[in-house]
């Protein structure tokens, strides 16, 4: 993946098998997002291909929900290609903390109920796999322990997650594998309790340059 004549990811393959739940980790400018938005159709690689079976859904890096409107009907636009399934009773039972927002705007709430009506949102599109880009960025211990709680719930459901982090200790700790990427490289990857200790992920935890 090409940004005009420098190149931001080179010769990185990625996978999540279905029900797996991967992080990929690294730091600031390491092209996370980039790889992020390229899975997700939002960039054109200049090379490479992208497999998919099943439903993708994205939560992305910023949250992106849409201030003025209402939590339900932010909801409701996870499931704007599917007129059927925009009923949002489903996601109220999956995340209760919602319930009590239905009706306030998006705009005014905090960053850790903004950050769970976005994971709301992608959940709303009955995704295979779920993409989380920067899940912890900004939140208070307590309540990225919430969501993560939440992330967990799903996945034992048989949800897929690539869930990407600048917090390497939250991913690995998530996540059964892990990639830890380096200025556009994967630069080590495996289960994530035999990455927990080793130089690389020391890097990418604490944004080094090596
Ligand atoms: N739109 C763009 N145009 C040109 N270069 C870009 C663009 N977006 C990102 N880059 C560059 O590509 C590289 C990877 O950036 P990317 O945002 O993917 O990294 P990241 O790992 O997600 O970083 P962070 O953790 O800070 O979000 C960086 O060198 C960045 O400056």
Not at 86 to 95: F, K, N, P, S
Not at 184 to 197: C, F, K, Q, T, Y
Request: charged share 20%; hydrophobic share 45%; with cysteine.
């Amino acid at each position: 993946m090409r940004y005009g004549a420098a190149t931001a990811l080179d010769g990185v393959s990625v996978s999540v098998r279905a029900g797996e739940m991967v992080a990929l980790i690294g730091a600031n400018g390491a092209g996370k997002t980039t790889l992020v938005n390229t899975v997700c159709g939002i960039l054109r690689p200049a090379a490479g291909e992208l497999r998919t079976s099943g439903r993708l859904a994205l939560v992305p890096e910023g949250r992106h929900l849409f201030g003025p409107l209402t939590v339900d009907d932010n909801l409701r636009l996870g499931a704007w290609r599917d007129r059927k399934n925009r009923d949002t009773g489903h996601i109220y039972q999956l995340l209760p903390e919602l319930v009590p927002l239905r009706k306030q705007v998006a705009g005014r709430l905090s960053g850790g109920q903004q950050q769970m009506v976005a994971l709301g949102r992608a959940l709303m599109g009955r995704p295979d796999v779920l993409v989380i880009d920067e899940m912890s960025l900004g939140l208070a211990p307590r309540v990225v322990e919430n969501l993560a709680g939440h992330l967990r719930q799903r996945h034992a459901e048989g949800l897929a997650v690539l869930l990407i982090e600048q917090n390497a200790r939250l991913a690995l700790d998530l996540c059964s594998r892990a990639y830890v990427l380096e200025a556009g490289r994967v630069v080590a990857e495996g289960p994530s309790a035999e990455l927990a200790g080793s130089t690389e992920v020391a890097t990418a935890y604490l944004g080094l340059e090596s």
